[in-house]
């Protein structure tokens, strides 16, 4: 099946696990204690929410409870009432931030629709004690509670949510087959508390129409169905399965392939033989073939038989090493029939790269590893001197640069200006860069909207898109939600709604200021730490008494308590005939991994750097971009992971970035990084991006 090359004997023990055929002789098989509460696997999501829904209501039945409804508590967000004309934001009002007003009807309609119209998060959660259930979230990977991590429902607590409907403050589940024992005081073992989340959300109505929305529910789903992408990794004594909808061989594959026994398999649908005896295409087919080879190198390495010389560090010269040695093709035997060379193929293929390069931490250059007086393409190793221009620009663009070793960036769009999205995205895919794996987790954690982002990232590495598709995919997708606010064509577009509507507004920690004699905390926080982080004033109390300040002492994270006293006296101690002066206190509830300081004016220095200290723990934010902004018009720097910093203009540097300096080289003046000039023309900073070290 794994190549699609299953044979008649295939499909008919496939044709034996069909449910139907099993119930011929006894009771529908399907009402089995064994199989009757299984998840079944199948492709569509819209199929999984049905299950969910007549799962959850049997189940209900079955141990004869009543489901309880837990509504979302949903709004539609936050409307800034003091934007400048130009659409860039200048600072807040008393009250700046009104909501606007959700109606019973679109509140009725959005309950109305299923997960898979709301990115998946619940509109209702319909459960019952001892409803098995399947985390949606990585909230605490230590205690086990991540995405696709199944469970059980043992209790909740909840509370009157909107028009009188009940919602979720938390919900007990119980983990189950956890990788680890979870302990927590007062509660059994593997039980663990989740808590209802604020999420925003694009919702789909009937009516076609796109909402977004910030929703707060428990991320949480019944677990009667899954994706056969969600069943991804997971081994399954009892597998129930939905092929109908399976698009190809690998698809039936994922599936499948869950089961540990034929025994507990179960099929709900005849398959579909022409998807599973097709074949695969040339490219999948060698990438199986050299699959194999890697695996009977690592072998034959491990059990010390490997000869000198076969091992390279690159892929496919050691591919090639291997079957130039091994040339009886003796491993060849024990490959399956789909894989076998035809008579006209050659086993030893022209490699693409040849050779070993490494990337120049300092330049960010593919440099060889040897010296060389030979003159060749900027950038490129000795090796690789000789290759085609389109090889030349694979290599360099599967290490994220372009065919001159230059970081990469966004081509402005003439037609629909997108230099606000390219500033932005150029930052993001860099930082992306450093790690796909970890920032693809971390960018998708702030908003599906940088996920999707992350997603065209990764197609353009694989040179299987480029990076102004996925620009141009999200951009769609963000256009949908308010055409007037994020138009096409040559209208502008206001870069802070962009960064509201990819960096979601959800607070990290609060900075105050108290009183530590009597306690005495000001209501209105100075700064709201998160993803997101709004500038308006100047100095370490926020009173504007400083012309320019350095950014760390606004944030005030790296004050010392003489430095956090202001000059304020506690009102309550002046009721009690005493005098004190306030401080500054700074509470987090988690730190963020990536956060995006918004200046309302170029009076901020930007820190190269900034520290969070505590008496446990120390936390470093390094600078990884700039973004500019000036007549009409947006541009960037990016500062590399060896703090090198490049210049980007989706119009003037196009699809690279221009190496201007490094940030140890502008230690002596401050405010470089306040502004840009070009062409006669000053842009200054708008946005400062930084990450955790």
């Keep these: 099946m794994r190549y699609a090359a299953c044979t008649p004997d295939d499909i008919a023990f496939l044709d034996s696990r069909v449910a139907v055929d099993l119930s011929k002789d006894s009771k529908p098989v399907l009402t089995n204690d064994r199989f009757r509460n299984v998840s079944i696997i199948t492709a569509w999501n819209n199929q999984k929410d049905r299950f969910n829904e007549k799962g959850a209501t049997r189940f ?19 409307q800034d009432e003091n934007v400048a004309k130009n659409g860039k934001r200048r600072g807040r009002a008393t009250g700046g931030r009104r909501p606007r007003k959700m109606t019973e009807k679109l509140q009725e309609a959005l309950w109305n629709r299923s997960p898979c119209s709301s990115e998946q998060v619940a509109s209702k959660l319909s459960l019952c004690i001892g409803m098995p259930v399947m985390i949606r979230r990585n909230d605490a990977t230590e205690l086990c509670i991540t995405k696709g991590q199944e469970a059980i429902v043992v209790g909740w607590d909840s509370s009157a949510g909107p028009l009188g409907k009940q919602v979720l403050d938390t919900l007990f589940v119980k983990l189950v087959n956890p990788p680890q024992q979870v302990n927590l005081p007062d509660l059994p073992t593997n039980v663990v508390p989740l808590t209802r989340v604020s999420t925003r959300v694009t919702c789909s109505l009937k009516s076609g129409v796109n909402v977004t929305i910030q929703r707060q529910q428990v991320l949480v789903l019944p677990n009667f169905a899954m994706t056969d992408y969600s069943s991804q990794g997971k081994t399954r004594e009892y597998n129930v399965v939905h092929l ?9 594959y994922t599936c499948l392939s869950r089961s540990s026994s034929a025994e507990g398999t179960v099929l709900l649908d ?17 990438e199986f073939r050299e699959l194999n080879v890697l695996d009977e190198v690592t ?21 090639q090493a291997y079957v130039r040695w091994n040339k009886s093709a003796s491993n060849e035997k024990s490959w399956h029939a789909a894989l076998a060379y035809g ?10 790269i040849n050779g070993t390069w490494v990337i120049d931490t300092n330049t960010h250059l593919i440099v060889s590893k040897g010296k060389t007086g030979k003159k060749r393409n900027r950038g490129i190793s000795e090796e690789h001197a000789d290759m085609s221009t389109d090889n030349v620009k ?24 997108s230099c606000a999205y390219d500033s932005i995205f150029t930052v993001l895919y860099n930082v992306w860069m450093r790690d796909t794996r970890l920032w693809r987790r971390r960018l998708g954690d702030i908003s599906n909207n940088l996920d999707m982002l992350c997603e065209g990232f990764e197609q353009a590495l694989n040179s299987e898109s480029t990076l102004e598709l996925a620009r141009n995919r999200v951009r769609e997708r963000i256009r949908r939600t308010n055409p007037d606010i994020f138009p096409v064509g040559t209208r502008s577009t206001a870069i802070s709604h962009i960064v509201e509507s990819i960096i979601t507004d959800r607070s990290c920690g609060v900075s105050t200021l108290v009183c530590e004699v009597c306690g005495y905390r000001q209501s209105n926080p100075l700064i709201h730490f998160g993803e997101r982080i709004e500038l308006t004033s100047t100095g370490r109390f926020h009173d504007d008494s400083e012309e320019s300040s350095l950014l760390s002492d606004v944030l005030g994270w790296q004050l010392n308590n003489r430095q956090r006293r202001s000059s304020r006296n506690c009102p309550d101690c002046l009721l009690q005939q005493n005098i004190s002066k306030l401080s500054i206190s700074i509470r987090f509830e988690r730190m963020p991994y990536l956060t995006m300081v918004e200046f309302s004016s170029p009076r901020y220095v930007i820190d190269h750097e900034l520290e969070y200290e505590t008496d446990n723990f120390e936390i470093q934010f390094k600078l990884a971009g700039v973004i500019y902004g000036g007549q009409n018009h947006f541009v960037c720097r990016v500062v590399d992971a060896a703090g090198a910093v490049w210049y980007h203009d989706g119009i003037t540097t196009g699809g690279s970035c221009v190496r201007e300096c490094k940030l140890a080289d502008i230690v002596g003046d401050p405010s470089w990084l306040r502004s840009v000039e070009r062409g006669g023309q000053t842009k200054h900073a708008l946005y400062a991006i930084y990450i955790r070290n």
């Excluded at 209900?60 to 936050?78: C, K, P, R, V």
């Excluded at 109908?244 to 039936?252: I, L, W």
């Excluded at 005849?270 to 060698?286: E, F, M, N, V, Y």
């Excluded at 694979?394 to 200006?417: H, M, T």
């Design 270 to 286: 005849q398959p579909d033989a022409s998807k599973i005896t097709s074949g695969i295409h040339g490219s999948l087919r060698q």
């Design 60 to 78: 209900a039945e079955d141990n004869e409870q009543e489901l309880t409804h837990f509504y979302s508590i949903d709004s539609l967000g936050a």
């Design 343 to 352: 008579p006209d193929e050659n086993r030893v293929r022209q490699a693409e």
């Design 394 to 417: 694979r290599v360099a663009r599967s290490v994220g640069l372009d065919e001159y070793g230059n970081l990469r960036g966004l081509i402005w769009d003439a037609e629909n200006y």
């Design 299 to 319: 072998r034959l390495k491990y059990e010390g038989l490997l000869p000198d010389g076969i091992l390279h560090p690159l892929r496919n010269p050691t591919v």
């Design 244 to 252: 109908a909808h399976c698009k190809s061989h690998m698809s039936y």
